[in-house]
């Protein structure tokens, strides 16, 4: 059962918040933050990418550059641009998308749930990226930027969003990239208790994106768990005490929940509210084939179809659009090559890895061949065939995107997603809730 708890979260003032909030820090990089947080001291980049504040090209590894954004987070704090509640809450965040609202609840989801499994991952992770945000949360005592979770719908808790929404957010602003951003705060205690106790009938929770972040906070609080002396049991020293149950009753309770390092923060939205957008590729080169070769040597896995010059985009599960020599063409996977049964065998990204990237165009390692690249679909398709018609790549290939159930199943079954296959929009915006490891 999914444990949460509320908790005393350090945000900005309302009149703050809109400089204050920033993008994700893993979706742009030093330069392109330095750009956007250009002429405003209040900017979390501050914080989350603090070799902006150092001279272009200094590492981001770098020893001074975390103790920097320790001494950013500090400084936010002494100036009040970020402001610690006084009390424990939870809050509702919300994301404006194209007409489409999903409401999330902000919590602090249990560091314990993450490495028993009962917080569902569907990627891999990779540890150098997991260390950089382990340092950052380590120097910070602080979970600076929220995850984005998953939950199966819950009536019950619907209705207490609809409640808590139905009054005026304490932010409501439009980001420059045109996505909403609101954000209520909720103060009653019994409906605060009720929110735990409906989180403890819901089996799993589910990473939707930020896999690096959960493991980076999970794993830092559970080192801060095991430097707890209470860890383990009552210390040596007081067993030699003729301690009452009472007593022994009440160390294992702090043992349990002292220290909001046993949590940490997380965006928690009802599955059937998000949407899951299509991740492309193009790729540099055919591996030595013309492009007439190699759509002959497509049509022995696909129903290859002409679409001509306008834009095509994918139907449906198993069909793709392919950009190539100035054409557009649907792909259509034949019956028998892929397995509808298998949750990693019926994704298009597999049949596209295997049957057209692998076995075709010589592409084996997604994470690390020099010869693709990955578009969210946010771009549109028009990125794709501008990178192709600019010379840059040489074909592009749209997937039909993979579903929410698609990814809850393959998580149920202890199966890892490969590489590349979702693309959540809009992003969580950073910097409207920090969660402190006290």
Request: glycine content about 6%; aromatic content about 10%.
């Given at each position: 059962m999914a444990k949460i708890k509320p908790f005393k979260g350090i945000r900005p003032p309302k009149d703050f918040v809109e400089q204050v909030a920033s993008r994700p820090y893993d979706v742009l990089n030093s330069e392109e933050a330095r750009q956007e947080a250009?002429?405003?001291?209040?900017?979390?980049?501050?914080?989350?990418?603090?070799?902006?504040?150092?001279?272009?090209?200094?590492?981001?590894?770098?020893?001074e550059v975390y103790q920097k954004a320790v001494e950013n987070f500090n400084m936010f704090q002494e100036k009040g641009w970020l402001v610690q509640d006084n009390k424990e809450h939870y809050y509702i965040y919300a994301q404006?998308?194209?007409?489409?609202?999903?409401?999330?609840?902000?919590?602090?989801?249990?560091?314990?749930?993450?490495?028993?499994?009962?917080?569902?991952?569907h990627e891999l992770t990779r540890r150098d990226k997991e260390e950089d945000r382990m340092k950052h949360v380590r120097i910070n005592n602080a979970n600076i930027e929220p995850v984005f979770f998953a939950y199966p719908d819950n009536t019950e808790l619907d209705a207490i969003i609809k409640q808590e929404t139905s009054v005026s957010p304490e932010y409501d602003f439009v980001a420059p990239d045109g996505f909403g951003h609101h954000f209520w705060v909720i103060d009653n205690d019994k409906t605060i208790a009720r929110i735990t106790e409906l989180f403890a009938q819901i089996p799993n929770l589910y990473i939707a994106d930020g896999h690096h972040r959960t493991a980076a906070a999970a794993l830092v609080g559970n080192e801060k768990a095991r430097q707890n002396p209470f860890l383990y049991g009552i210390p040596a020293i007081w067993c030699s005490n003729n301690l009452t149950t009472a007593m022994l009753t009440q160390c294992r309770l702090y043992r349990e929940v002292t220290g909001d390092y046993n949590y940490f923060l997380a965006d928690c939205f009802p599955a059937s509210q998000l949407q899951i957008i299509d991740y492309n590729r193009v790729v540099k080169d055919l591996n030595g084939l013309t492009p007439h070769e190699f759509?002959?040597?497509?049509?022995?896995?696909?129903?290859?179809?002409?679409?001509?010059?306008?834009?095509?985009?994918?139907?449906?599960?198993?069909?793709?659009?392919?950009y190539i020599d100035g054409k557009w063409y649907s792909l259509t996977a034949k019956e028998g090559t892929y397995d509808d049964n298998d949750p990693i065998g019926i994704l298009d990204v597999t049949i596209s890895s295997d049957l057209i990237l692998r076995d075709i165009l010589g592409?084996?390692?997604?994470?690390?061949?020099?010869?693709?690249?990955?578009?969210?679909?946010?771009?549109?398709?028009?990125?794709?065939?501008?990178?192709?018609?600019?010379?840059?790549?040489?074909?592009?290939?749209?997937?039909?995107?993979?579903?929410?159930k698609q990814l809850m199943d393959i998580a149920d079954t202890g199966n890892i997603m490969p590489p590349k296959t979702t693309w959540f929009e809009p992003k969580l915006r950073s910097g409207l809730i920090i969660h402190k490891l006290e």
């Amino acid at each position: 059962m999914a444990k949460i708890k509320p908790f005393k979260g350090i945000r900005p003032p309302k009149d703050f918040v809109e400089q204050v909030a920033s993008r994700p820090y893993d979706v742009l990089n030093s330069e392109e933050a330095r750009q956007e947080a250009d002429g405003n001291e209040k900017s979390l980049y501050h914080i989350i990418k603090p070799e902006i504040d150092f001279v272009s090209g200094t590492d981001e590894h770098s020893p001074e550059v975390y103790q920097k954004a320790v001494e950013n987070f500090n400084m936010f704090q002494e100036k009040g641009w970020l402001v610690q509640d006084n009390k424990e809450h939870y809050y509702i965040y919300a994301q404006t998308m194209n007409g489409h609202t999903q409401y999330g609840l902000v919590v602090g989801a249990c560091v314990e749930d993450y490495m028993s499994g009962a917080i569902k991952k569907h990627e891999l992770t990779r540890r150098d990226k997991e260390e950089d945000r382990m340092k950052h949360v380590r120097i910070n005592n602080a979970n600076i930027e929220p995850v984005f979770f998953a939950y199966p719908d819950n009536t019950e808790l619907d209705a207490i969003i609809k409640q808590e929404t139905s009054v005026s957010p304490e932010y409501d602003f439009v980001a420059p990239d045109g996505f909403g951003h609101h954000f209520w705060v909720i103060d009653n205690d019994k409906t605060i208790a009720r929110i735990t106790e409906l989180f403890a009938q819901i089996p799993n929770l589910y990473i939707a994106d930020g896999h690096h972040r959960t493991a980076a906070a999970a794993l830092v609080g559970n080192e801060k768990a095991r430097q707890n002396p209470f860890l383990y049991g009552i210390p040596a020293i007081w067993c030699s005490n003729n301690l009452t149950t009472a007593m022994l009753t009440q160390c294992r309770l702090y043992r349990e929940v002292t220290g909001d390092y046993n949590y940490f923060l997380a965006d928690c939205f009802p599955a059937s509210q998000l949407q899951i957008i299509d991740y492309n590729r193009v790729v540099k080169d055919l591996n030595g084939l013309t492009p007439h070769e190699f759509l002959e040597k497509l049509k022995e896995n696909f129903i290859v179809e002409e679409k001509g010059v306008q834009i095509y985009k994918p139907k449906k599960l198993h069909n793709f659009s392919l950009y190539i020599d100035g054409k557009w063409y649907s792909l259509t996977a034949k019956e028998g090559t892929y397995d509808d049964n298998d949750p990693i065998g019926i994704l298009d990204v597999t049949i596209s890895s295997d049957l057209i990237l692998r076995d075709i165009l010589g592409i084996k390692d997604l994470r690390s061949d020099k010869r693709i690249d990955f578009v969210g679909g946010i771009r549109g398709l028009e990125e794709l065939q501008h990178r192709v018609d600019s010379g840059e790549m040489k074909m592009a290939l749209a997937l039909y995107p993979v579903s929410m159930k698609q990814l809850m199943d393959i998580a149920d079954t202890g199966n890892i997603m490969p590489p590349k296959t979702t693309w959540f929009e809009p992003k969580l915006r950073s910097g409207l809730i920090i969660h402190k490891l006290e």
